[in-house]
């Protein structure tokens, strides 16, 4: 009884002590100095293509540098670049049955730099009707490599905003075209026209790394993605309850890259990894998981030990403060060590609460996870009742600073053991995925 109850004194006395230390770090100053300037309106919603996100990108590439990262692979720089083809609507027409519709109901999606349609051998009407699952039936055109009409009832005008915000941007371009009317039921004849402006542009991650001592060549990945949905119309603001028009994205996922910003600079200073640690800033989340995509097609998977990926972390989750989940948690044994890592403190890790979500393959742990990777997301957003995701009142004035503060913390002190080499997550089964 007595050896139990040393045991459990000089765990406690371990955890005030990496308290102590990790507090001159990781405190709530410093969150939410960089959470301030990531979600600040000057930030434009950090949307791809925009001069925000390249405003976003200079700032975590400066920080990086300030921490003294060095560069993934001995690339110049932290810029980790792509290109992609952006699609921007310039006009879209359509008459159904001789009457022109509002191009208010009006979205299209072609990367055509013009189209025209005008009968069904060109273009397929399909319909979203009442009663209709709107979600499933909308991807299911949406994704369609047919040119398709898409008549959508009245009912569900109210995902035309989110909708019209929707970017049309690729890696490999569709050659099809889908436009999608809302507000008409039926069509006997119809013209379909529009033009678009195609260009090619480049998109970049941002990437630091903090070689190993003794297995420089085991990889530990700590990820968010910094891109947002930009700026919408006043009356989204007004409908969001938002003082103005801007996606901040301060939850979503401004949260995530402090985060990842916050522990670059804490195991850095710790200067005690025997792993190597990758921080990325994920561009192109919010449009497709395009920058993770073509991040995970720089890494050999077998040398990536863990992928721990921050999204929305700056709310409460279910369970209140001091607790996260962790997607996927089932698929390998990363969260039982994670558990195992913070008994006897306040915090615990939960398994993902809202699996009919299908989170784990929904975010940007996913291209790595489906290679086998223990890749999983931790988050602690209520995704049955997140009353700010994808609105305009996602700004910092809705999160919790401290308690934010310390998921990160834990997010650190859990993590120790696999970055120094003592424990290696089981790989992710990929039986099921290659059926």
């Known amino acids: 009884m007595k050896k139990i109850m040393y ?13 102590q230390s990790i507090d001159k770090i990781i405190n709530v100053k410093k969150v939410t100095e960089v959470e301030k300037i990531l979600a600040a309106d000057d930030m434009q919603g950090r949307r791809a293509f925009t001069p925000g996100i390249d405003k976003a990108s200079s700032y975590i590439e400066t920080e990086f540098k300030k921490i003294g990262l060095q560069t993934l692979n001995g690339a110049k720089d932290y ?19 001789g009457k022109e519709i509002s191009t208010d109901a009006i979205v299209s999606f072609s990367y055509q730099p013009q189209f025209s349609f005008s009968n069904e051998s060109e ?9 209709d699952k709107f979600g499933p039936k909308f991807y299911e055109y949406y994704r369609s490599d047919k040119n398709l009409l898409v008549l959508v009832d009245a009912s569900f005008e109210k995902f035309m905003s ?8 690729a890696a490999t371009p569709s050659t099809n075209t889908v436009v999608f009317v809302f507000g008409v039921t039926d069509a006997t004849t119809f013209k379909v026209d529009g033009t678009n402006e195609v260009v090619k542009k480049a998109l970049n991650n941002v990437v630091g790394v903090l070689k190993g001592k003794t297995k420089p060549n085991e990889y530990v990945i700590f990820s968010g993605h910094y891109d947002h949905l930009g700026i919408g119309s006043p009356q989204e603001g007004e409908k969001h309850g938002s ?9 979503d996922d401004a949260a995530g890259t402090t985060a990842v910003m916050i522990l670059a600079e804490y195991f850095k200073k710790l200067n005690n990894n025997e792993r190597s640690i990758i921080f990325t800033a994920f561009v192109a989340e919010e449009i497709g998981g395009y920058g993770s995509q073509h991040f995970s097609k720089q890494l050999n998977p077998d040398e990536v030990a863990a992928m721990f990926n921050l999204e929305m972390i700056g709310t409460d989750s279910k369970w209140g403060n001091n607790s996260a989940y962790i997607t996927g948690f089932e698929k390998s044994s990363m969260g039982a060590i994670l558990q195992k890592n913070l008994e006897g403190s306040a915090f615990k890790f939960y398994p993902d609460p809202y699996p009919e979500q299908q989170l784990f393959y929904r975010s940007d742990n996913a291209t790595l996870a489906r290679l086998g990777v223990p890749a999983h997301t931790i988050s602690t957003s209520k995704m049955d009742n997140e009353p700010n995701y994808h609105k305009a009142s996602d700004e910092i004035g809705t999160l ?27 790989r992710v089964d990929t039986t099921a995925l290659r059926k």
């Open 123 to 131: 273009m397929e009407i399909v319909k979203i009707k009442a009663g």
């Open 79 to 97: 810029k980790q670049s792509f290109f992609m083809t952006e699609s921007q609507r310039k006009t879209a027409t359509v008459t159904i049955d």
């Open 243 to 251: 003082t103005d028009s801007i996606y901040n994205g301060a939850n």
């Open 162 to 169: 989110n909708i019209k915000h929707m970017n049309q941007m």
């Open 400 to 426: 919790d600073m401290v308690n934010m503060t310390e998921i990160i913390k834990a997010i650190a002190i859990s993590a120790s053991s696999i970055i120094s080499g003592k424990d290696t997550p089981t």
């Open 7 to 19: 045991s459990a004194l000089v765990l406690c006395s371990n955890f005030a002590l990496q308290a």
